[in-house]
């Protein structure tokens, strides 16, 4: 008897749930509507193991090696990633549904270990495709570089999502939908990526003999490496026997120098997500035929006019193992004052998500815009750019003008109000000062 998990996980699934390691009676569904959204549900389990890393580095090292700046950095591209699915039905589920009732070939029972399993290494074969062309086309390496950009490497950058993969990703799961129910593919999709959650960290080392089939801590930090020996290597999603049976495996080596190869040493949300684009299409309209055009959209990201489809390893920068990572320095009081306002607006964005089902389309519109707004405002203050104020005030005045419209009542509405309304005389007098 199949026994569906409840829409509130138990603390042993919670945990379990971040290692794919819940058993197929517990997470089988016979309708798609019945699948829990588990990465929301993950939240708090993502929050209490970067706790107990910052603990752990702490102890070990003496001090903390976790930047603010960088992981409300990635935190933030977490955050933006999920707003589309407030909107509706993502990409990856729509068209998976449409080939599913229209060229469905053979239907395998949705509450059979055997579809389970099926499942799971469908997706992680296809994920591992996805992020191989990831890597290898430069239009989908717009995409996915803003997972490569944090130049730390912590739980907090499993959770720099890029806003624009699922656009490519959908076209890689589609043979599935050919006979593995949308319900079971639902489910592992979303267990792909929560396992990549725990293998963003330095504080595991070698695990042994599940090196040799697993994805691990290890093995990731090569992914993420900017050395010569890490590039476009172990591109595994859950098994890494992937990269070994195609020829991506490289095991660690030397200390790893994570980011990208040409650091963009900024915190701003949007051009931590876009700025591939850009270079993409500057270039696109700058180099002369029409090949080279199409070239430099579809081959690699180091791709060049008379050079390989993928570029030259040699024209990379080199890395010396001494790079000191963007890091400007504010104001003790204004990372707190960010760091306050952060959690502040990750609690709307949790409340946005709870109340979904019943909130009203101009009500999310809002809720996304002002999430946004928030996002982009911290990553100019922890940047100390001189036009942060003025956005930071415009923010300001935008929530209390927000919240006269909302029907929250009672002393934490008057609290909201009155530490709003200081933030905004705070900041309008900054500006007025300075300008």
């Known amino acids: 008897m199949v026994r569906p ?34 990465v929301q549900q993950a939240i708090p389990y993502f929050v209490g193991l970067m706790i107990i890393e910052l603990v752990i580095t702490w102890l070990q090292k003496g001090q903390i090696v976790f930047r603010m700046n960088d992981a409300l950095t990635s935190i933030s591209a977490g ?38 399993w099926i499942a799971f290494l469908g997706v992680d074969f296809a994920y591992y495709w996805l992020h191989r062309m990831s890597h290898e086309v430069n239009i989908m390496w717009a995409a996915h570089q803003a997972h490569h950009s944090s130049e730390d490497y912590n739980l907090s950058t499993a959770l720099r999502q890029s806003i624009l993969q ?7 799961n ?27 960290t330095e ?32 591109y595994a999603g859950t098994l890494i026997i992937w990269d070994r049976i195609f020829g991506t495996f490289e095991p660690e080596k030397e200390k790893v120098i994570y980011g990208l190869t040409h650091p963009i040493n900024t915190f701003g949300p949007f051009w931590v997500q876009f ?38 390893i040699e024209d990379h920068p080199l890395v010396s193992g001494k790079e000191i990572p963007y890091d400007p320095k504010i104001p003790a009081w204004l990372q707190i004052y960010a760091v306050l306002h952060f959690s502040f607006i990750l609690g709307i964005y949790l409340q946005i998500f709870s109340n979904n089902s019943v909130a009203s389309e101009i009500t999310i519109l809002f809720g996304i ?26 923010r300001c005045c935008a929530f209390l003008c927000l919240h006269e419209l909302s029907s929250m009542t009672g002393p934490f509405r008057l609290v909201t109000e009155v530490v709003f309304f200081g933030c905004a005389v705070f900041w309008g007098l900054r500006c007025v000062i300075k300008f």
């Open 166 to 172: 699922k656009y490519f990703s959908w076209i890689f």
């Open 5 to 38: 998990l409840q829409s509130n996980l138990s603390l042993s699934q919670g945990v379990r749930l971040l290692f794919y390691a819940l058993s197929p009676s517990e997470s089988s569904c016979s309708e798609l509507e019945e699948v829990p959204d588990y």
């Open 203 to 234: 504080i595991i080392g070698n695990l042994g003999p599940l090196e040799l089939i697993l994805n691990t801590p290890s093995h990731h930090r090569v992914h993420h490496g900017r050395n010569p020996y890490c590039i476009d290597k172990n």
């Open 369 to 394: 815009g002002y999430v946004i707004l928030t996002l982009t405002s911290i990553g100019l203050m922890m940047e100390n750019r001189s036009d942060a104020g003025i956005l930071e005030f415009i």
């Open 275 to 312: 700025h591939h684009l850009v270079y993409i299409w500057k270039t696109f309209c700058g180099i002369p035929g029409i090949n080279n055009k199409i070239s430099i959209i579809i081959n690699g990201p180091g791709w060049e006019p008379g050079k390989p489809r993928l570029g030259c």
């Open 79 to 116: 955050i933006l990633s999920r707003l589309p699915q407030l909107l509706g039905r993502g990409i990856e589920l729509t068209s998976y549904i449409y080939i599913w009732e229209n060229f469905k070939v053979y239907v395998l029972p949705w509450d059979s270990s055997w579809t389970w």
């Open 174 to 200: 589609l043979p599935m939908a050919l006979f593995i129910p949308p319900s079971v593919y639902a489910v592992h999709l979303q267990f792909n990526l929560l396992y990549q959650f725990w293998i963003h």
